[in-house]
């Protein structure tokens, strides 16, 4: 489904991704794990269209992506949903899942609006109220909520986990293994390994720009002395965002 | 009507269609410091067609607008290449190089300006002004006005989404350099008369000051600021000798009965000026106190309760 081969990203005089190949087939969850700095925000921003690669391919369904616009490719259905919870916060709730459908012209939106409301219940309940209002995981359903509307094949989310109560951790990832088994693929850059190991079926350890691992996500979590080695060694992330 | 309060509308009514334009700018994010510029752009434009062709009026408030837009367009593409102080810089320095070029031509009348046929009263800039107050209004609940509020919200996420930031922001910017093309057009055919001198840097600074004043989050906004900020100083002129009056009986003065001085007036516009900008940042009308006045959102109410 998603195809990276030999992607390079420079930024001025960093190297921030070195020739990496990553590959997500049609209904998996691949994790993409590293310590801050390794990478990961650069390769997203690449795969999304924020930045030009410097060398490499993406292609995404036979289609070669590269040197596309991020609207090309949110078109093609690939979307990001970015770190941080960046909603809109000057609109409301349902201002914001409106910009999800923005290259929406099929006249289904509104179905697929009352589908998110339905999974996302809080949401409809704050339908018109400010979405600056919201929880912080709140406002995380509300940015995958609003990544949704675009109908995608493919969510790629930016360390989702960042920031939330273990409670709301828990339902993100319970959230994930939904939408995956209602056939969306997913590539999840996180430094909660523990939880993106265990949904996950794949897995990539970035290191200083490199992959400097590649496994199933089961053989990841038992390998955990060197995963830890290239996660910053001992410090469990998940304990971070509570 | 007295010819005073004919003048007051059709002042009025051209500062609303002026700050219309300047708020679609602003809206996405751009401060446009040049607005005068493209307002003598519409202003030249509908004189020169008026004067030397002899088109007639509708014709010629449509080029004004016209023209101003396709200028606006073609200086949209570089200059949207800058940001932040120095897009605002890039369009003040537009408006000085359109003075420049009026006042070094003489077909359109150098520093001696230039008569424009076709006087039109305040009834059609009452009407164009109302016709440009509802078709902002619509803009703004349409997906090109939420398109706007979200680039003015956060770029980079607008761009997640698949908008194409750029074509938005020339679209709003060339949109609102024909409004304020347009506004100038009804000014030129008022006052029958225009000049380089007229399109001077304080008018953009002015009509920037209704949009930001007035607020940027929704279509009152611009309509409020222009409004207070055009019709404060009239108001003035007929209640400043009773307040210099009560001023001086306050410091045990007795009044004289001398008429104040006219610049007290803008003295007392720039301190309520201040004096918003502190009490009110995001503008005398925000979306907040609109969902508010209109009750048609009963649920924000709650958006007060977390869990």
């Known amino acids: 489904m998603l195809e990276v081969s030999n992607l390079d990203v420079v930024y001025g005089r960093t190297h921030a991704v070195k020739s990496v190949d990553l590959r997500v087939e049609s209904g998996e969850i691949v994790t993409v794990l590293g310590a801050n700095g390794a990478g990961k925000t650069s390769l997203l921003r690449a795969l999304h269209g924020a930045v030009k690669p410097t060398g490499g391919k993406v292609v995404f369904e036979g289609r070669n992506l590269t040197s596309q616009s991020p609207a090309a490719r949110v078109a093609s259905g690939m979307v990001l949903v970015p770190e941080g919870r960046q909603i809109f916060v000057s609109m409301t709730v349902h201002e914001n899942l409106l910009m999800g459908a923005y290259l929406r012209r099929d006249g289904k939106e509104a179905r697929d609006l009352g589908a998110i409301y339905d999974r996302f219940p809080n949401l409809a309940e704050r339908k018109y109220a400010s979405a600056s209002s919201l929880s912080g995981g709140e406002q995380q359903m509300l940015a995958i909520g609003r990544a949704l509307v675009a109908r995608p094949r493919l969510v790629m989310l930016d360390e989702p986990s960042l920031g939330l109560s273990p409670l709301f951790v828990e339902r993100l990832f319970g959230l994930l293994g939904e939408l995956n088994r209602d056939g969306i693929s997913i590539l999840l850059v996180e430094q909660n390994t523990t939880m993106a190991l265990e949904v996950a079926s794949r897995g990539y350890v970035l290191e200083l720009g490199k992959v400097v691992l590649e496994d199933t996500a089961a053989a990841l979590a038992r390998n955990t002395a060197l995963t830890e080695a290239y996660l910053g060694g001992g410090h469990m992330p998940e304990t971070a965002g509570a | ?307």
């Open chain 2, 1 to 307: 009507m007295s010819g005073y309060l004919a003048g007051i509308i059709a002042i009025l009514s051209i500062n609303i269609i002026f700050a219309y334009g300047i708020f679609l700018a602003v809206a996405s994010g751009q401060l446009n410091l040049g607005g005068v510029g493209f307002q003598a752009v519409g202003a030249y434009a509908a004189g020169l067609l008026s004067a030397s062709l002899g088109l007639p009026v509708a014709l010629t408030l449509l080029a004004g607008a016209v023209v101003a837009g396709l200028v606006g367009v073609a200086l949209a593409f570089p200059i949207l290449r800058t940001r932040g102080v120095y897009l605002v810089l890039a369009t003040f320095a537009f408006a000085e190089v359109v003075a420049g070029i009026i006042l070094n031509t003489d077909a359109l009348g150098g520093a001696m300006g230039m008569s424009v046929p076709g006087y039109v009263e305040w009834q059609i800039p009452m009407i164009g002004a109302i016709l440009v107050a509802l078709l902002v209004f619509y803009l703004m609940a349409t997906r090109f006005g939420l398109t706007l509020r979200a680039i003015h919200d956060d770029e980079d996420v607008s761009e997640l989404m698949g908008v194409s930031i750029r074509n938005v922001k020339v679209a709003a910017f060339g949109l609102g350099a024909a409004l304020a093309g347009l506004s100038g057009a009804f000014y030129a055919h008022n006052f029958g008369y225009i000049e380089a001198q007229s399109f001077n840097a304080l008018v953009s600074i002015y009509v920037l000051l209704y949009v930001l004043l007035g607020g940027t989050q929704t279509a009152w906004g611009p309509l409020v600021g222009a409004a207070f900020f055009t019709l404060l100083p009239e108001v003035l002129r007929e209640v400043l000798p009773a307040l210099k009056d009560f001023f001086i009986t306050l410091f045990g003065g007795v009044p004289d009965g001398s008429r104040p001085d006219e610049s007290w007036r803008f003295v007392i516009l720039g301190v309520l000026a201040v004096g918003f900008m502190a009490i009110r940042p995001e503008g005398l009308v925000t979306r907040t106190m609109v969902e508010r006045l209109t009750f048609r959102r009963p649920s924000s109410r709650f958006k007060e309760v977390t869990e």
